[in-house]
């Protein structure tokens, strides 16, 4: 497997992150080790982890696994969402004590803000982040799911504060879910930052196993019903699947390496509750994406309106 520079951390990690979402909840420990040592024979030292994944329980098998060749692996967790929800600094501080000791490490080496949280100024969330930087409980921090305007403001501030900025950003990106072309994409091309992008496969949609009516995460997971909802999601679903099946490719490789394609993402987060189901999305490693294909692909969707209305001057 090849490794990927991450952002301006320094450093180098493997190009396919595996998210542990599914530890402890759709793969039970012994899956869930299994899913462990197979990303491991494949080459991936990078795993994404959070204090909200099965309720702290995805957290204790990582740190479990980990055990005894930490330094191999570069972890990430999150907080936010979890026991401690939102993003003051008491809870900042006991959400990543609380973390610290479920993964029984004495260092996260990346570690997110899950969401925005808007009633906490952003200086009082900063502070909080650098103080567990200094402190070394933190290497790097990152967030996920905020707008690039919130990015933006927080790396301006922690600038003129002197604190650590956001090195790394986790959006949702897939070939339904394509808003990050618009704004957070480029600005992490322009600012230099890591992308560790999640839910490649759209939370499985694009294997179009949906069409054929199997079950999975769709059939008992209602956020995702609703963040899928739309009928035209489904549409482009079946007709990258019929897209893939013709040249003979599992939808999962192929949806995998069209995220890995774009210029800005660091590293796509694969997710899987069984270690058939991994195969696919980490053949996504060594698959050749031309941009030919990569248009192709592109063309299956809908691309998102540019940022800015005026369109004479960016030849649209
Ligand atoms: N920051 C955030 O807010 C956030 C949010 C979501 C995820 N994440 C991170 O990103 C990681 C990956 O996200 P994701 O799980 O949504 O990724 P994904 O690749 O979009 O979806 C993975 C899911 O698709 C299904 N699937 C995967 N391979 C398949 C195959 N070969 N055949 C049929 N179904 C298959 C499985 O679900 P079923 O078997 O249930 O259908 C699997 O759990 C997570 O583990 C987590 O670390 C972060």
Excluded at 3 to 15: K, P, Y
Excluded at 99 to 109: A, E, H, T
Aim: proline share 4%; net charge negative.
């Amino acid at each position: 497997m090849k490794t990927r520079r991450l952002g301006r951390t320094g450093a180098r990690v493997s190009e396919l992150c595996f998210g542990t979402m599914s530890f402890g909840g759709d793969a039970d420990e012994a899956v869930s080790g299994a899913l462990y040592s197979a990303c491991r024979d494949a080459g991936v030292d990078f795993f994404d982890c959070a204090d909200v994944y099965a309720g702290g329980r995805s957290e204790e098998i990582l740190g479990r696994l980990i055990k005894g060749h930490r330094d191999e692996v570069f972890i990430t967790s999150k907080c936010a969402m979890g026991p401690h929800k939102g993003a003051s600094r008491r809870t900042i501080r006991l959400s990543c004590e609380a973390s610290l000791r479920r993964l029984g490490v004495d260092r996260i080496d990346l570690y997110f803000m899950h969401v925005f949280d808007e009633t906490v100024p952003l200086e009082e969330t900063l502070r909080a982040l650098e103080d567990l930087r200094a402190a070394g409980k933190v290497a790097h921090i990152g967030c996920s799911n905020y707008a690039a305007w919130q990015i933006a403001k927080a790396n301006g501030i922690a600038a003129r504060e002197g604190f650590a900025p956001f090195e790394v950003i986790q959006p949702m990106y897939n070939l339904i879910k394509r808003q990050a072309e618009v704004e957070i994409l480029p600005l992490a091309m322009a600012e230099d930052l890591g992308v560790i992008s999640y839910g490649p496969g759209a939370g499985g949609l694009l294997t179009g196993k949906y069409v054929q009516g199997a079950d999975g995460r769709f059939s008992v997971n209602q956020d995702y019903q609703k963040r899928y909802g739309d009928a035209w999601f489904h549409d482009v679903a079946a007709a990258f699947a019929a897209f893939a099946a013709d040249r003979g490719v599992h939808p999962m490789t192929l949806a995998v390496a069209w995220a890995k394609a774009h210029p800005a993402i660091s590293c796509p987060i694969i997710g899987a509750r069984s270690v058939e189901q991994l195969r696919a999305s980490l053949d996504a490693a060594n698959f050749d994406m031309s941009p030919e294909l990569h248009a192709e692909i592109a063309a299956l969707s809908r691309t998102p309106s540019p940022a800015t209305d005026r369109l004479e001057e960016q030849g649209g």
